[in-house]
């Protein structure tokens, strides 16, 4: 008797999508409280995720399909940088190793904390805004937009501001049974003063 196969897993904040043997892709759908798109890197003995969402709800998906599809849970998180869509769900891989450049660990200690107060602050009436037709510059993507700060307000009441505990300045090699993989920084003057891919 043939076993049955393992069912995609599904969420409503990314989809997943298979670039190679072992490496995922979660592509944040709009309307959804993922926002940035993340990544599943299986490294044979270990398991690497890139960027965690913008929620811990988001966050709580990606994890699960992390486990569905390694069999193990995160051993490494990478931050590629310091912006809200790409660390709010930290908090969610506790067992992780949180990986990010010297500076962006800094950005998100310090303008990942401004962001959080401003946000406490100023979310709910961004949101009334958007859904009343008042700001012409995100009805373009207004489900996206709407997705965004609903999230927020969610995430907010139990929202923990995790910090990377590992940091490099140039780049830092994964060696795992299966393959390696290298996050490298682009330095600075690019998408923000830090930035990090995975290759």
């Not at 490496?23 to 490294?43: E, H, P, R």
């Not at 401003?118 to 979310?123: F, K, L, M, V, Y």
């Not at 009441?157 to 910090?163: I, S």
């Amino acid at each position: 008797m043939q076993a049955a196969s393992r069912k995609p897993y599904e969420s409503t904040h990314f989809r997943l999508q298979q670039l190679a043997d072992g490496v995922y892709a979660a592509i944040a759908v709009s309307g959804g409280a993922a926002l940035c798109n993340a990544g599943i890197i299986d490294l044979g003995d270990c398991t690497l995720v890139f960027d965690s969402f913008l929620t811990q709800r988001a966050a709580m998906d990606l994890r699960t399909a992390t486990e569905h599809l390694t069999g193990r849970h995160a051993e490494y998180l990478v931050n590629s940088h310091y912006h809200n869509d790409h660390i709010r769900g930290n908090q969610v891989f506790p067992d992780a190793k949180i990986v990010a450049t010297t500076k962006t660990r800094m950005l998100i200690a310090t303008r990942g904390q401004e962001e959080i107060t401003w946000d406490s602050e100023n979310a709910p009436k961004e949101l009334q805004t958007l859904e009343a037709g008042q700001d012409a510059a995100m009805q373009y993507d207004f489900t996206t937009w709407r997705g965004y700060y609903r999230g927020i307000i969610e995430s907010l009441p139990t929202l923990e501001l995790k910090l990377p505990n590992l940091t490099f300045d140039t780049n830092m090699l994964f060696h795992g049974s299966h393959r390696t993989a290298e996050v490298a920084t682009c330095g600075g003057g690019g998408h923000t003063e830090s930035d990090a891919i995975l290759y």
